[in-house]
T-cell receptor, first 115, second 112 residues
Framework: GAGVSQSPRYKVAKRGQDVALRCDPI?????LFWYQQALGQGPEFLTY????????KSGLPSDRFFAERPEGSVSTLKIQRTQQEDSAVYLC?????????????FGPGTRLTVL | AQSVAQPEDQVNVAEGNPLTVKCTYS??????LFWYVQYPNRGLQFLLK??????LVKGSYGFEAEFNKSQTSFHLKKPSALVSDSALYFC??????????FGTGTLLAVQP
């Protein structure tokens, strides 16, 4: 079966532009996570959904970052007025069960470059 | 603050030799510990986890990890390394919050 997919794989934006990153989790997975991975670093937690409910958004770095999962499947991470420090790989992961301590399945990531 | 440390940026080992990739953690509450592996141009893949129970956890591809509460460590081990094990390895930990904290990663290079 298909794994977690993300699109686009690469995105180049001019500073100040808005971007939208899409995540298609594994069908039936309840939990969905977004992470930000800077070059040479490990993934950093951004936000967590259980079905359509956003249970934790404490990792979002500013109010320019917004995530949604309106029907409990596909999720979109939106970044408004992008800044150079937003350049990173954005990872999406899903998990079958509600608990955050289950195995997470990661997508390939979207590499965002802000010029 | 919660944190995960992987003190080695890179570990080099000859094929057939045992390997160890080190990880220490600091979390509030009971620790939940994970190892993930990242191959080039592929997403992170789950290797193993410790939630509770036996301190020695066995995972995919012959890897295992030992939870040591007194040393707050969760080192990844394999008795005999393969060239195909060469990849970037991440340790991750969680505790009283919903967040998984990742280390900075250790590049494992297995020489034939």
């Amino acid at each position: 079966g298909a794994g977690v997919s993300q699109s686009p794989r690469y995105k180049v934006a001019k500073r100040g532009q808005d971007v939208a990153l899409r995540c298609d989790p594994i069908s039936g997975h309840v939990s969905l996570f977004w992470y930000q991975q800077a070059l040479g670093q490990g993934p950093e937690f951004l936000t967590y959904f259980q079905n359509e409910a956003q249970l934790d958004k404490s990792g979002l770095p500013s109010d320019r970052f917004f995530a949604e999962r309106p029907e409990g499947s596909v999720s979109t991470l939106k970044i408004q007025r992008t800044q150079q420090e937003d350049s990173a790989v954005y990872l999406c992961a899903s998990s079958l069960r509600p608990s955050v301590w289950n195995e997470q399945f990661f997508g390939p990531g979207t590499r965002l470059t802000v010029l | 603050a919660q944190s995960v440390a992987q003190p080695e940026d890179q570990v080099n080992v000859a094929e057939g030799n045992p390997l160890t990739v080190k990880c220490t953690y600091s979390v509030s509450g009971n620790p939940y510990l994970f190892w993930y592996v990242q191959y080039p141009n592929r997403g992170l893949q789950f290797l193993l986890k410790y939630i509770t129970g036996d301190n020695l956890v066995k995972g995919s591809y012959g890897f295992e990890a030992e939870f040591n509460k007194s040393q707050t460590s969760f080192h990844l081990k394999k008795p005999s390394a393969l060239v195909s094990d060469s990849a970037l390895y991440f340790c991750a930990a969680g505790g009283a919050t919903n967040k998984l904290i990742f280390g900075t990663g250790t590049l494992l290079a297995v020489q034939p």
